[in-house]
């Protein structure tokens, strides 16, 4: 299986600011014929479902604010919240669906400073 | 409006079995592979296997290989997750969601969670 590390396992910062998270596959995900990195990220909010944020690494779903990005490429990746919001309090999770299973990782905890 | 509703929550005893179940609608079910996830207490995701509506493919994480059955009525738009004997390690969160929505495997459309606790 592939497996998905992301660092920090937690992560507290003030409002208006920067927070990042990094995610790293142990495997490549980025399928060279089309140029695509199969990796997604998601947002679970307590007593709720995840919700997906971003996918093929930098593409933000609609209806998800700007203030959320994601880059990299290979087996590295970053999501970034430009801007933090009371509102974006939850728990970060990257995937890799590049191979079956479509692995996770532990997840990152996201807290106001 | 697309959505999946999973049944409701499930109090079992060790060695019980179960099905549990995830009903699509506002798409064309069978054109979508639906996932599993399971998420027990206080911990993260765990993609358990997937199946296809249309032709009832599954196929499963191999840590969930012969633990639990994924399968599909199509003519109701629903999908199962089953156990046959239930363990107390088993007690969990489980999630169907939709893959492909946005064309990409990634999850776009997920269930409310059916909470599971098997305990003597």
């Known amino acids: 299986d592939t497996v998905m590390t992301q660092s920090p396992d937690s992560l507290a910062v003030s409002l208006g600011e920067r927070a990042t998270i990094s995610c790293r596959s142990s495997q490549n995900v980025l399928y060279h014929s089309n140029n695509k990195n199969y990796l997604a990220w998601y947002q679970q909010k307590p007593g709720q479902p995840p919700r997906l944020l971003i996918h093929?690494?930098?593409t933000r779903v609609s209806g998800v604010p700007d203030r959320f990005s994601g880059s990299g490429s290979g087996t590295d990746f970053t999501l970034t919240i430009s801007s933090l919001q009371p509102e974006d309090v939850a728990v970060y999770y990257c995937q890799q669906y590049y191979r079956t299973p479509y692995t996770f990782g532990q997840g990152t905890k996201l807290e106001i400073k | 409006e697309v959505q999946l509703v999973q049944s409701g929550a499930e109090l079992k005893r060790p060695g019980e079995s179960l099905k549990i179940s995830c009903q699509g609608s506002?798409?064309?079910?069978?054109?979508?592979?639906l996932v599993w996830v399971r998420q027990m207490p206080g911990k993260g995701l765990e993609w358990m296997g997937i199946v296809y509506p249309g032709d009832s493919d599954a196929r499963y994480s191999p840590f969930f290989q012969g633990q639990v059955t994924i399968s599909v009525d199509r003519s109701i738009n629903t999908a199962y997750l089953q156990w046959s004997s239930l363990r107390a390690s088993d007690t969990a969160m489980y999630y169907c969601?939709?893959?492909?929505?946005?064309?990409?495997?990634?999850?776009?459309?997920w269930g409310q969670g059916t909470m599971v606790i098997v305990s003597s």
């Open positions: 093929w690494a930098s």
């Open positions: 969601a939709r893959l492909g929505g946005l064309a990409s495997d990634a999850s776009d459309i």
């Open positions: 506002g798409y064309n079910f069978t054109t979508y592979w």
